[in-house]
DNA sequence: AACCCCGCCAACCGCGTAGAG
DNA sequence: CCTCTACGCGGTTGGCGGGGT
């Protein structure tokens, strides 16, 4: 009851985003935080101010104030020039890729054994495991368990691999897992090697015992089945608490980069009021787009000399 | 050079659940 | 207590790019 409808059924649009897209996302969650997934879309396309094409009237207020047409009532999507995504989408997106905390870029030995030991804890519940995993979301770690952690566990599936291996040029795979990291998004310039774990200590050895005491606790009192909830909502506290204290904040270049080109006016001279995007006390540390692009002008450009394609960020 | 195959990863789908009315 | 809405999660898919033939 009350599923959210896919975009496609509303005409939203779906599929990769652009990187317009992504700063009307960025933009708008900067100055307005997230509270409302599902009015976001709306909400960004007016803080925009793209009235070249207003919102049907049916539609326009309904995530906010609830349905009139009873046709629709439970497939609102906000729909608007500047945002034609629905509010799923639109978490997914910043979530797993605009979020300013997110670590780009491969995988260490250190995070993939913590994976490792995580998942033999916790099981497939990837948010948990992300909680741990400071700047890697659930998606990322679910990708690399199922691409590289699971067949190297797996002993005959680990066979395979090797064989297929030796059947390629043993330089060719290795320079094909390490090297290639998302060349191919609308970015093509993200992560260049490994990143840093941004507190080892953190996310492998003191991870390991709370998400015991936390994650696997709740997930005995409720059993294996529908015990997510109670569990991540437990560790989750945790996960902000940890991309709040997190020295390094790395976000994807190539969007920065576009989002430097961006006539700041053109987003509504978006007052960047230091509203919390993140869950972050307001202003204490700056969540403001201002104070990336600042960030990002300051530090960035250099990605060659550095070997972790990750900005190594002044600390916030 | 062209085609094929495979791996990777971003995005989608659908379910479960919390919370509001 | 019931219904409905919205969110979050895990599983799955589809497209792209690189390497092999």
């Known amino acids: ?50 009235t070249n094409a207003s919102p049907p009237s049916s539609l326009s207020r309904r995530g906010v104030q609830g349905a009139q047409d009873p046709s629709l009532t439970s497939v609102f999507c906000a729909v608007f020039a500047g945002l034609l995504r629905c509010g799923k989408s639109c978490r997914l997106r910043w979530i797993n890729y605009l979020r300013p905390d997110i670590k780009r870029g491969n995988f260490t030995d250190e995070e993939e054994q913590s994976i490792i030991q995580l998942h ?12 741990r995993l400071p700047g890697r979301t659930d998606n990322e770690i ?13 002993p005959s599936a680990q066979e395979q691999h090797q064989e297929a291996k030796k059947r390629k040029k043993p330089a060719a795979a290795a320079r094909k897992r390490e090297g290639k990291v998302k060349m191919r998004k609308l970015d093509a310039l993200t992560a260049k090697a490994a990143p840093v774990l941004s507190s080892p200590e953190r996310s492998v050895s003191s991870t390991l015992t709370e998400s015991t005491s936390t994650a696997s606790a ?67 540390d700056g969540g403001d787009m201002d104070y990336w692009l600042k960030v990002f002008m300051e530090g960035g450009g ?15």
Do not use: Y
Not at 22 to 31: R, T
Not at 142 to 154: A, F, G, M, P, Y
């Open 120 to 131: 033999q804890l916790l099981g497939n519940r990837w948010s948990a495991i992300a909680a």
């Open 302 to 316: 250099d990605d060659d000399d550095n070997n972790d394609g990750a900005l190594d960020l002044p600390q916030v």
């Open 218 to 284: 709740a997930a005995e009192q409720h059993g294996n089945s529908g015990s997510s909830a109670s569990a991540s909502a437990s560790v989750k506290e945790e996960c902000f608490t940890s991309s709040e204290e997190s020295e390094e904040f790395q976000i994807d270049e190539s969007f920065w980069s576009e989002t430097l080109s961006m006539p700041l006016d053109d987003i509504n001279d978006v007052c960047m009021e230091p509203h919390d995007a993140f869950g972050k006390p307001a202003g204490a």
């Open 142 to 154: 679910k990708n690399v368990w199922h691409t590289h952690l699971k067949k190297r566990l797996d």
């Open 1 to 50: 009851m009350g599923r959210a409808p896919c975009c496609e059924k509303m005409g939203l649009k779906r599929g990769p985003w652009t990187p317009e897209e992504d700063k009307i996302l960025v933009a708008h969650i900067h100055s307005h935080g997230h509270s409302n997934w599902r009015a976001l879309p709306k909400q960004a396309g007016e803080s925009l101010r793209l």
